[in-house]
Nanobody, 124 residues
Framework: QVQLVESGGGLVQTGGSLRLSCAAS????????MGWFRQAPGKEREFVAA????????DYADSVKGRFTISRDNAKNTVYLQMSSLKPEDTAVYYC?????????????????WGQGSQVTVSS
């Protein structure tokens, strides 16, 4: 199973930007579709963004489309989430995830590889 370690979270004001990174190890990174989910207090874990394993096609939740950008560097075994125009409702723990194969499912129940989570707090 692939191991995932996130970094880059923190506290930012409304309208600010943050970049999350997720370093993968243990398996061939380019065999995995990668993605990000988030979970706010009292809410279910929800899909944020995903990127396919080789051609880099991206998929976004409607709530972040146009503000967040997912990318990957297969040479560095790392996936990124660039977050801009942040809003207080973006406050959550952000989790990196991986799925063996071309495309990442949007449903958390189908995913078994998760990072430890990175807190993102957006102040109003």
């Amino acid at each position: 199973q692939v191991q995932l370690v996130e970094s880059g979270g923190g506290l930012v004001q409304t309208g600010g930007s943050l970049r999350l990174s997720c370093a993968a190890s243990g398996r061939t990174f380019s065999n995995y579709a990668m993605g990000w989910f988030r979970q706010a207090p009292g809410k279910e874990r929800e899909f944020v963004a995903a990127i396919t394993r080789t051609d880099g096609r991206t998929d976004y939740a409607d709530s972040v489309k146009g503000r967040f950008t997912i990318s990957r560097d297969n040479a560095k075994n790392t996936v990124y989430l660039q977050m801009s125009s942040l809003k207080p409702e973006d406050t959550a723990v952000y989790y990196c995830t991986a799925a063996w194969g071309y495309r990442l499912p949007r449903e958390a129940k189908y995913l078994t590889s998760w990072g430890q989570g990175s807190q993102v707090t957006v102040s109003s």
